[in-house]
Nanobody
Framework: QVQLVESGGGLVQAGGSLRLSCAASGLTFINYAMGWFRQAPGKERAFVAAINYSGGRTLYADSVKGRFTISRDNAENTVYLQMSSLKPEDTAVYYC??????????????????WGQGTQVTVSS
């Protein structure tokens, strides 16, 4: 049974930083590309960042480029999202997702096969 468990969310002031983690189990982690998405209240789910199986290729939404960094540790079956210079508009539930096409860095949610339950990030002004 595949499980993706996000952690690291919380309340932070604007300009601050957080690091989200997503621990994967029940799958061969290196065989999957990974992504982060977010959903703010009343809005649709939006792509944040993606990383291929090796970590050699990444993709970011324009809204987070230069502020967020996605990385992965294949030995620990974990993907990370380092978020810096946070803004109130970054407030959302953040989800990680796994894509069975390991070479992908997909921005479209429909490409992903498994999803975590999400972790809340709240940025106060």
């Amino acid at each position: 049974q595949v499980q993706l468990v996000e952690s690291g969310g919380g309340l932070v002031q604007a300009g601050g930083s957080l690091r989200l983690s997503c621990a994967a189990s029940g799958l061969t982690f290196i065989n999957y590309a990974m992504g982060w998405f977010r959903q703010a209240p009343g809005k649709e789910r939006a792509f944040v960042a993606a990383i291929n199986y090796s970590g050699g290729r990444t993709l970011y939404a324009d809204s987070v480029k230069g502020r967020f960094t996605i990385s992965r540790d294949n030995a620990e079956n974990t993907v990370y999202l380092q978020m810096s210079s946070l803004k109130p508009e970054d407030t959302a539930v953040y989800y990680c997702a796994a894509d069975a096409d390991s070479r992908n860095t997909a921005w479209r949610g429909t490409y992903y096969d498994y999803w975590g339950q999400g972790t809340q990030v709240t940025v106060s002004s």
